[in-house]
């Protein structure tokens, strides 16, 4: 059925199949090294966020008759997008 295999053709193959590894590990690294560039970013946006939200509230306290529903929806829009951010990256291994 399979006919004969010589030991070169063993060698062969799995040269060739060491070749297609390597290739695959380094696209993996790639692949990790963006997800985790990606997740720091989202850390440093949840520290900004973090921050932008207690200066709207120092606001606030500071000056009940504004009204800052403006900006606080569009930062609640910002902690949407960055929560979706973070579940689109698995976390580190």
């Known amino acids: 059925m399979f006919g004969v295999v010589t030991n070169r053709q063993i060698l062969q193959a799995l040269a060739d199949l060491t070749v297609k590894v390597d290739i695959l590990m380094t696209e993996q690294a790639g692949i990790d090294a963006a997800a985790q560039e990606i997740q720091a970013d989202v850390t440093r946006e949840n520290t900004a966020l973090a921050a932008i939200q207690a200066e709207i509230a ?32 698995p976390p580190p291994a």
Not at 67 to 74: I, P
């Open 58 to 89: 120092t606001l606030q306290a500071g000056n009940p008759a504004l009204d800052l529903s403006g900006l606080q929806a569009a930062v609640g829009q910002l902690d949407q997008a960055t929560a979706a951010e973070q579940a689109a990256v």
